[in-house]
C-alpha cells in the first residue's frame, strides 16, 4: 500500500522534537521505523507529521553507572545483542534482541521502537519487565522514569520521547526463551526469567494480553525448586483467562507453553549463575 500523507521534520535535538511534538497534534517519533512505517502503508497507523530523532547521537549506546546499565533508545537492536556489558550483565535483554526480526531488522529497529510498540506483542518488553527496568522519558516537564511493566500496558505518553532503559546489572542469572510464529517472527509465547536474592522475577507476552510480570507464578516458585514440574504446576494455578487464545491456540495450550518456556528459562538461568 502506498504511505497517507504526513510532513516530515529533522529534529537537530532532543529539545527540539518535543517543541514540534507539543505544537503538532498527530505527531510521531520516527527512530528506527520497522513498526511504524509498515503500519502507516496498511492505515493501522496515523501520523500528521514524523520527527526524525535518528541522528541523535544522545539517544544511543550502552553506558555503565554503578549496578545499573543505561541503554540509549536508539541503540539497535543488533547493538544491544552484541554489546559485551549488556551480555555480561543483562543477558535476558541481549537474548531478547537477537531472537527478534531477521538481521535486517535487528539493524535498523531501535531499542525504543520495541518497548514502544503496544499494538502487537514484541521481545524487549518481557525481558525489560523480568529484568526490573525502568524507562527514562523525556517530556515538557523534564525527565522522569517509569517502570517496563507500565510502559508496555500504556505505551509512551503523548508529548513525551522515550530516551533511555535503565537496567539493575545482575551477571547471568537470567534467560529468555520464545516460541515465535514462523510468518512474522512475533512471539507466539516468550518468557523472561530473572533469578534474584528475593526469588525468580517472570514475565511473559505473546500468550497474554500484553507483557506482564506474573507474581502469582514467582510466589509459588520462591523459595525453589525450579524443576519443571514445579514450574507448570504454579502456571496450572494460574486463571485460564489470563492467556488469550488466538490463530488456532487455546488457552490452555498457551498456558502450558508459557510454563514450558519459563521452566527452560529458569534452567538457564540457574545454570549459568552457578556456573
Do not use: W
Amino acid at each position: 500500500m502506498i504511505l497517507t500523507d504526513f510532513d516530515y521534520a529533522r529534529a537537530a535535538s532532543l529539545e527540539e522534537a518535543l517543541t514540534l511534538l507539543a505544537g503538532n497534534d498527530g505527531a510521531r517519533v520516527l527512530a528506527g521505523g520497522q513498526s511504524l512505517l509498515p503500519g502507516l502503508r496498511t492505515g493501522a497507523e496515523k501520523a500528521r507529521l514524523l520527527i526524525d530523532v535518528r541522528h541523535l547521537a544522545q539517544l544511543r549506546g550502552v553506558g555503565q553507572d554503578g549496578g545499573e546499565l543505561r541503554i540509549g533508545a536508539l541503540t539497535t537492536l543488533a547493538e544491544l545483542a552484541a554489546d559485551p556489558l549488556v551480555r555480561a550483565g543483562a543477558p535476558e535483554l541481549a537474548a531478547a534482541a537477537r531472537a527478534n526480526g531477521d538481521p535486517q531488522v535487528r539493524n535498523l529497529g531501535t531499542v525504543g521502537g520495541n518497548l514502544a510498540a503496544t499494538e502487537r506483542p514484541t521481545d524487549l518488553p518481557v525481558a525489560a519487565i523480568a529484568a526490573g527496568a525502568r524507562a527514562e522519558l523525556a517530556g515538557p516537564g523534564g525527565t522522569r522514569t517509569a517502570p517496563a511493566e507500565e510502559l508496555a500496558a500504556s505505551g509512551v505518553p503523548a508529548g513525551e520521547v522515550l530516551t533511555a532503559l535503565l537496567v539493575p546489572a545482575a551477571g547471568a542469572a537470567a534467560a529468555f526463551e520464545k516460541t515465535a510464529d514462523r510468518a512474522t517472527r512475533y512471539p507466539v509465547c516468550a518468557a523472561a526469567v530473572r533469578i534474584t536474592p528475593d526469588g525468580p522475577r517472570i514475565a511473559v507476552t505473546g500468550a497474554t494480553p500484553r507483557a506482564l510480570r506474573l507474581r502469582g507464578v514467582e510466589d509459588r516458585l520462591r523459595g525453589g525448586p525450579y524443576t519443571t514440574t514445579a514450574v507448570l504446576a504454579a502456571f496450572r494455578a494460574e486463571p485460564r483467562e489470563l492467556f488469550v487464545p488466538g490463530r488456532g491456540t487455546s488457552a490452555e495450550y498457551l498456558g502450558h507453553l508459557a510454563g514450558v518456556l519459563t521452566a527452560r528459562a529458569l534452567a538457564r538461568a540457574a545454570a549459568h549463575s552457578s556456573a
